[in-house]
Nanobody, 112 residues
């Protein structure tokens, strides 16, 4: 059974940083692209950052230069380093693997 577990969310002030991590089990991790999504209250879910199985990355325009996605195939993890956080980054963040498997989400709240 495939399981994705996100961690690292929390409440921070604007300008601070958080690092989210997604740990996978039950899957050939290295064969799948990974994506971080987020859903803010009252808004549609949007993709935030993508990393291919080869390590190529793309980002939502509003997070470019602030967020960095990375993966460790040996550890079966996908991380999202989020710097210079803004209130508009507040959302539940989800990781997705291979376009199929989803984690349960982790709450990120940016507020003064």
């Amino acid at each position: 059974q495939v399981q994705l577990v996100e961690s690292g969310g929390g409440l921070v002030q604007p300008g601070e940083s958080l690092r989210l991590s997604c740990a996978a089990s039950g899957i050939l991790f290295g064969n799948g692209a990974a994506t971080w999504y987020r859903q803010a209250p009252g808004k549609q879910c949007e993709w935030v950052a993508f990393i291919s199985n080869g390590g190529d990355t793309t980002y939502l325009d509003s997070v470019k230069g602030r967020f960095t996605i990375s993966r460790d195939n040996a550890k079966r993890t996908v991380d999202l380093q989020m710097n210079s956080l803004k209130p508009e980054d507040t959302a539940v963040y989800y990781c997705n693997l291979a376009g199929i498997h989803w984690g349960q989400g982790t709450q990120v709240t940016v507020s003064s």
